[in-house]
C-alpha cells in the first residue's frame, strides 16, 4: 500500500501565495505520475496540475501562469506552488499518485486525504 500526507494548506488573502507538500511512503517500488486535483463545494474534482516522472508537466488553463508543479523523485515528493491566489481557487485540494509497490504490480491510483485551501479577504 501507498500512502499520500498533504501539507501546506491554510487560509490566504487573495493575490497572495501557499506552496503544498505531498509525501508518499509505504511500500513504494515506482511512482508514474503524481498530481494535484480540487473540489470546490458543489463542483466536481478537477485536474489543477500534473507531474510526469519523466519531467513532463500540465496544467489546467485556469491555473496557468499561476501555480507551478514540482517533484523530487528521490523523497517522493511532489509540491504545488500557488501564486496570485484567487478566490475562486478555494476548495479542497488532493494529491494524486500512480504507482506500483512491486516489479510485478499494476499501477494503482492513490489519493491523499485533503488540504483546505480557502483564498479570502
Known amino acids: 500500500q501507498v500512502q499520500l500526507v498533504e501539507s501546506g494548506g491554510g487560509l490566504v488573502q487573495p493575490g497572495g501565495s501557499l506552496r503544498l507538500s505531498c509525501a508518499a511512503s509505504?511500500?513504494?517500488?515506482?511512482?508514474?505520475?503524481m498530481g494535484w486535483y480540487r473540489q470546490a463545494p458543489g463542483k466536481q474534482r478537477e485536474l489543477v496540475a500534473v507531474a510526469s516522472r519523466g519531467g513532463s508537466r500540465n496544467y489546467a488553463d485556469s491555473v496557468k501562469g499561476r501555480f507551478t508543479i514540482s517533484r523530487d523523485n528521490a523523497k517522493n515528493t511532489v509540491y504545488l506552488q500557488m501564486n496570485s491566489l484567487k478566490p475562486e481557487d478555494t476548495a479542497v485540494y488532493y494529491c494524486n499518485a500512480g504507482a506500483r509497490s512491486s516489479w510485478y504490480s499494476s499501477v494503482n491510483d492513490y489519493w491523499g486525504q485533503g488540504t483546505q485551501v480557502t483564498v479570502s479577504s
Open positions: 509505504g511500500s513504494i517500488y515506482s511512482i508514474n505520475d
